[in-house]
C-alpha cells in the first residue's frame, strides 16, 4: 500500500513537471494563493496590533445598507412611490418584461435542440440535412436577437420610469417652502443633497431594475430547464446541480463581505469629493484672492484619497470573493455538469437508455449536444441566482442614502432638526437655550417681536431676548459688528430660522421682500432678473407690460441694458455680463416690480454711487415701502426714522432717530 501512494505521488509530480504550461499553470496557482492567504493575514494581523477596544467588532446597525428588515421596509416605501398602482406604465412595462424572458427562455431550449440536431447532421455526415438545420438556427435567430435588445431596452426604460417617479416625488417635497435650504443650513445630517438628488436616485432606478430581471429571468430559467432536463436524464441531474449551487451559495454568504453598507459609504465619499470640487467652483474668485489653491488641492486630493483607499479596499474584496465565485460558480458547476450530462450513458437508466437509440453515436453526440447546452443554461441560471445576492447588497447601498435623504425632509417638515450644537462655557446665570422649544409666529400688518431670542440653528444664542415693534411707515436702519444677529434677525423673519422662543408677529410672507448683498441672478431672459420668481404668464396677469418694466429700470439708472443686451427677451449668464452695481440695481428693480409692503435690505446698495442710492432709497419711500435696513453707511441714516443698535455683546436698543432740519 505504501509503495502504491508513492508510485502515485511520484507519477502526480511527473505529470505536472511534464510540460512547461503544466509547470507555468502550477506556479501561478500556488502564487495566487500565496496572494491570498498574504492578505487574509495582513487583515488578522492587523487585527491583532489594534487596541482590544477597536478589535472587537460592534454590532453592526441596523438599516446601514445590510439586508435586514429595515432594508426590506424601505424598499416597500420606495416601491410604493415608484409604482403607485397596478395601472400604471410601470406595471405594463414589467409585465412585458416577464413575458419576454419567458420567450426567451423558450428561444433557449428550442435553440439547444437544434443544436443538438446540427451536430447530430454532422456525425452522420448528411450534408443537406446540416443545411437545413443551420438554416433553421439562423431564421430562429432573427427573432432571438429582437428579444435580446428589446430585454435590454425594457430594463432600462422601467429604470428610467422609476427614476421618473422618485425625482418628481423628491423635487415635491425637496423644493417645497424651505425644505432645500433647511436641509443644508439647520441639518447636519445629509452634506451632499445633490449628490442624492441626482446619482444616487439614478444608481437606485437601474439597480431595482436590473434586480428583477436578474432574479426573475434565474428563476424562470430554473423552473422550464429542471423540468426538460429531469425528463432527459432524470430527476438526478437537477438535483446534482442544485444540491452544488446550494452549498456554494450558503458558503458564499457566509464569507461575503456586507457590501451594501460598503457602497452605500462609498457613496458618500464620492458626495464629499464632489462638493469639495463644487465649492472650489462656487468660491474661485476668493480662492484666487487669497492664493489658496494649495490648500484646495490638499483638501481635494484628500477626499479623493479617502474615496480611493475605501474602493480599493471593495476592489481588494471582490477580488477575494470573484475567486471563490470563480471557483464554486464556474468550474464547480463544470465538474457537477459532466457528472449530469454522463447520466444517460453512466447512469442507473443507461441500459434502457442505449437500447432505444439502438447504439447509434450520432444519436448520444445529439443527447449529449443537447443536454450539454440545457445544463449550461440552468447552471447559469442558478449561478447568477446565487451570485445576485451581491447586486442585492449593492441596491441595500443605494436604498440607505435615498431613504435617509427621505427620512430627513420628513422630519425639516415635521419642524424636527438635528444639528451640531455649541458647547461652550457660558457665564454664571445665563440663559440657556432648549433646542426641541419653539415660539410663536403669527400673520399680522406689522413686524413685532416679543422676548424673541436671536438663536442660530447651532444653539450659538446671539440674543437672549429682543422686543421691538414696526409698523408700515416707520423705516428702521440696524446697525452693529458682525456676528451680532443682523442677518439672524432678518432669516427669523423669513421663517428661514425656526423661533426658539417668544412672538414673532409679520405679515404674510408675500409681503415682505428680501434683497441681499450678492443677489441672485437666474439663468433666463433679462425680463426674468426683473421679475423673479415670478414668470411672464403671471407678470401679465398683474397687468404689468414691458414698458412697464423699461419705466423700472429708468428708475434704478438701467434702461441702457435693453438696448446693450438685445432687449427683454435677451438670455445670458447674467453674473459675467453684469457688474456688482448692475446686479444690485437689478435687484432693486426687482423689488419696484413686487412692490411689497416691507423690504429687507441687507447691504444691497454696498456697490452703488451715493448718488445713485439716493434715488433708489427715495423711490423706495415714495411708493410706499416700509424699509429695514441693514447698512453702515450714515448717508442712509436720513431715509429711516427708527435704529435698532446691536453692540455685539448680545445687548440692543430700539431707539428713533433725529434728523437734522
Not at 447512469?347 to 450520432?362: A, C, N
Not at 434702461?559 to 446686479?583: H, I, M, P, Q, T
Request: charged residues 25%.
Amino acid at each position: 500500500m505504501v509503495a502504491f501512494s508513492k508510485i502515485q505521488d511520484n507519477s502526480f509530480i511527473n505529470y505536472i513537471l511534464h510540460s512547461r504550461r503544466r509547470r507555468w499553470s502550477t506556479l501561478a496557482a500556488i502564487l495566487i494563493m500565496i496572494f491570498l492567504a498574504r492578505q487574509r493575514f495582513a487583515k488578522k494581523s492587523k487585527d491583532v496590533t489594534s487596541p482590544p477596544k477597536a478589535r472587537r467588532k460592534p454590532r453592526e446597525e441596523k438599516g446601514k445598507g445590510n439586508i435586514d428588515s429595515v432594508f426590506f421596509k424601505r424598499l416597500q416605501h420606495l416601491l410604493k412611490i415608484v409604482i403607485p398602482s397596478w395601472k400604471t406604465p410601470e406595471v405594463l412595462d414589467i409585465a412585458s418584461l416577464t413575458l419576454f424572458l419567458i420567450v426567451r427562455t423558450f428561444l433557449s431550449i428550442y435553440i439547444s435542440a437544434i443544436n443538438g440536431r446540427i451536430v447530430n447532421s454532422i456525425v452522420k455526415l448528411d450534408f443537406s440535412l446540416f443545411l437545413k438545420r443551420v438554416a433553421n438556427l439562423g431564421i430562429v435567430a432573427i427573432p432571438a436577437s429582437f428579444v435580446n435588445s428589446y430585454l435590454e431596452f425594457l430594463i432600462k426604460r422601467i429604470a428610467l420610469r422609476f427614476r421618473r417617479r422618485l425625482t418628481h416625488y423628491f423635487h415635491e417635497r425637496y423644493i417645497k417652502d424651505m425644505i432645500f435650504y433647511q436641509i443644508s443650513n439647520l441639518d447636519c445630517r445629509v452634506a451632499n443633497p445633490d449628490q442624492r438628488l441626482t446619482v444616487d436616485l439614478d444608481k437606485w432606478s437601474m439597480a431595482l431594475s436590473s434586480l428583477y430581471s436578474n432574479f426573475s429571468k434565474p428563476l424562470l430559467d430554473i423552473v422550464l430547464f429542471s423540468r426538460k432536463l429531469a425528463e432527459l436524464v432524470g430527476w438526478e441531474g437537477p438535483a446534482i446541480t442544485f444540491g452544488w449551487y446550494l452549498l456554494s451559495g450558503f458558503f458564499l454568504r457566509l464569507v461575503s463581505p456586507s457590501f451594501g453598507r460598503l457602497t452605500a459609504h462609498e457613496q458618500r465619499l464620492e458626495g464629499e469629493y464632489r462638493s469639495c470640487h463644487t465649492d472650489l467652483l462656487h468660491h474661485a474668485e476668493e480662492v484666487a484672492f487669497y492664493r489658496g489653491h494649495q490648500w484646495e488641492k490638499t483638501r481635494i486630493n484628500a477626499a479623493f484619497s479617502k474615496l480611493l483607499d475605501h474602493s480599493t479596499d471593495i476592489m481588494n474584496k471582490k477580488l477575494f470573493m470573484g475567486c471563490f465565485d470563480a471557483l464554486l460558480v464556474k468550474y464547480g458547476a463544470v465538474l457537477g455538469g459532466y457528472a449530469v450530462v454522463g447520466l444517460p450513458v453512466f447512469g442507473p437508466r443507461r441500459k434502457t437508455y442505449l437500447e432505444s437509440i439502438g447504439g447509434d453515436v450520432s444519436l448520444i453526440t445529439r443527447d449529449y449536444v443537447r443536454n450539454s447546452s440545457m445544463l449550461i443554461n440552468l447552471a447559469k441560471a442558478i449561478g447568477r441566482l446565487v451570485i445576485s445576492y451581491k447586486e442585492l447588497q449593492h441596491l441595500a447601498g443605494f436604498t440607505t442614502v435615498v431613504c435617509e435623504l427621505d427620512e430627513v425632509i420628513t422630519d425639516l417638515e415635521a419642524g424636527k432638526y438635528n444639528r451640531t450644537m455649541v458647547n461652550s462655557d457660558r457665564p454664571e446665570g445665563s440663559a440657556v437655550i432648549n433646542p426641541l422649544s419653539r415660539g410663536e409666529v403669527l400673520v399680522d400688518e406689522y413686524i413685532k417681536f416679543d422676548d424673541v431670542p436671536i438663536v442660530s440653528p447651532n444653539g450659538d444664542i446671539l440674543v437672549e431676548k429682543l422686543s421691538f415693534e414696526i409698523h408700515p411707515g416707520m423705516n428702521c436702519i440696524i446697525t452693529g459688528p458682525n456676528g451680532c444677529g443682523k442677518s439672524s434677525l432678518f432669516r427669523i423673519l423669513g421663517s428661514l430660522w425656526p423661533v426658539f422662543g417668544g412672538r414673532v408677529h409679520r405679515p404674510n410672507i408675500e409681503k415682505i421682500f428680501y434683497i441681499p448683498q450678492r443677489p441672485y441672478l437666474p439663468h433666463g431672459t433679462l425680463r426674468d432678473q426683473i421679475i423673479y420668481p415670478h414668470a411672464k404668464l403671471h407678470m401679465l396677469r398683474k397687468k404689468v407690460n414691458d414698458q412697464e418694466l423699461l419705466r423700472i429700470l429708468e428708475t434704478v439708472q438701467l434702461a441702457y441694458l435693453v438696448e446693450r443686451e438685445g432687449g427683454f427677451d435677451a438670455v445670458n449668464d447674467w453674473n459675467d455680463v453684469l457688474s456688482g452695481g448692475e446686479k444690485q440695481r437689478i435687484a432693486m428693480a426687482r423689488l419696484f416690480y413686487h412692490r411689497p409692503d416691507f423690504a429687507i435690505l441687507d447691504e444691497c446698495t454696498s456697490a452703488v454711487s451715493v448718488d445713485v442710492e439716493h434715488i433708489l432709497y427715495t423711490h423706495c419711500k415714495e411708493t410706499g415701502i416700509t424699509l429695514f435696513t441693514v447698512s453702515h453707511r450714515h448717508t442712509l441714516f436720513k431715509f429711516h426714522d427708527f435704529r435698532l443698535k446691536f453692540d455685539g455683546e448680545g445687548n440692543w436698543s430700539f431707539e428713533k432717530l433725529i434728523h437734522d432740519a
